[in-house]
């Protein structure tokens, strides 16, 4: 019995001499050392042996067992090694050749344009709140000072989810839920998206605002002109002018709209600032005592002003481009620009 053992011995050495792949040598792991392999299956007899001769037998067994796995896996790493050394050998790796292109999208313009104007004013010290798009009538026109028949509250302009809730059509709405929710001072931008019922080459039904405001002690206009100079300057570059123009807002009084040396011909008169050589980029004003009241602070205690500007706006003129629709379009070739 004990002679079995060593042929199988010997069979292993000569077959693992002669094998000449890899495949041969795992072949014959199989073959041996398998579940149904040759030795696993005389482990499997050790107990139809006679009693006292299986301690010597079994331990001739595992002693060849474990001579068959050293010598099968030293055959199978001398194979393997020299495998690879032959890969290498007649495969070339050119590690110069650029990696594969993954496309990777970038901020749409308005969101750049937005990201810097916030950024400009956090260094001047605002802070950012935020209002719902879907407003109560009260914060887009009442607290502000918009008279019942005021031309704004038409249907013409106004998206009305009911008599008494609208897509708010400008960020003027978060000037008084910031002040019920505050006591001044106050510095604050509000951006975010309005609605109104409007669709041209300038005009868009959804489009993007950046309201700000400042209420404290002893504000005054003279402020509200340094702000936005600097803002301008920052945005356009300092070789910009800037001119307040006298106009009309019901919360604001006095109420300005603030022109910029037109950033085509810089001042001399062109077809996009139709000859006048300036170009309309904000509404803003003193606050109107009217909405201190509505948002329950003293009047005679709190000044402040407020400015409100569209991002596709200042976007158009930053890029000199020619229609707001291009913005929601979506379109790559006009995207991938920026
Ligand atoms: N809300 C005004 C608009 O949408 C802009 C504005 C804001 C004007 C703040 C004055 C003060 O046209």
């Known amino acids: 019995m004990l002679n079995d ?32 392999g040759v030795l696993t299956n005389k482990l499997k007899f050790l107990g139809s042996i006679p009693k006292e ?14 001579y068959i796995e050293a010598l099968l896996n030293k055959q199978e790493d001398i194979f393997k090694s020299s495998e690879l050394n032959k890969s290498l050998q007649t495969q070339q790796i050119d590690i110069t050749i650029p990696g594969y292109y993954i496309p990777l999208g970038h901020l749409h313009p308005i969101t750049l344009v937005l990201n810097e104007i916030v950024s400009i004013f956090i260094s001047l ?20 000072n918009f008279p019942k028949d005021h031309p704004a509250r038409d249907m013409q302009d106004t998206f009305f989810i009911s008599d008494n809730v609208v897509l708010r059509t400008h960020t003027s709405s ?33 489009f993007h605002q950046l309201e700000g405001f400042m209420v404290d002690k002893h504000i005054r206009m ?15 570059g300092r070789n910009t002018s800037v001119r307040f123009r006298p106009s009309f807002f019901p919360f604001t009084e006095p109420s300005a709209e603030i022109d910029i040396s037109c950033v085509i011909c810089k001042g ?9 050589g300036w170009l309309e980029i904000l ?12 948002a329950g602070y003293d009047p ?39």
Do not use: W
């Open 5 to 36: 053992l060593h042929s199988i011995k010997k069979s292993v050495r000569e077959e693992a001499e002669r094998a000449g792949s890899l495949q041969d040598i795992q072949n014959l792991k199989v073959k041996y050392l398998g579940k149904k």
């Open 53 to 66: 001769q299986r301690p010597e037998y079994g331990s001739s067994l595992n002693e060849i067992k474990k």
């Open 125 to 144: 010290g605002f802070t950012v709140e935020e209002g719902p798009e879907v407003e109560l009538d009260f914060y887009n026109f009442e607290a502000l």
């Open 174 to 206: 978060v000037q008084v839920r910031t002040m019920e929710k505050n006591t001044p001072p106050l510095r604050v931008i509000a951006p975010g998206k309005v609605y109104r019922c409007d669709a041209d080459v300038s005009h868009i039904p959804m």
């Open 222 to 236: 003279s402020d509200l002109k340094g702000v936005l100079e600097l803002f301008i300057h920052r945005v356009f």
């Open 268 to 276: 001399s008169g062109c077809n996009v600032c139709k000859g006048t």
């Open 283 to 294: 509404g803003a004003g003193m606050i109107n005592p009217r909405v201190y009241e509505k």
């Open 300 to 338: 005679d205690l709190y000044t402040g002003f407020a400015f409100g500007m569209g991002i596709e706006r200042v976007a158009m003129l930053k890029f000199s481009i020619d229609d707001i629709r291009l913005f929601p379009e979506n379109d790559k070739r006009f995207l991938e620009q920026f």
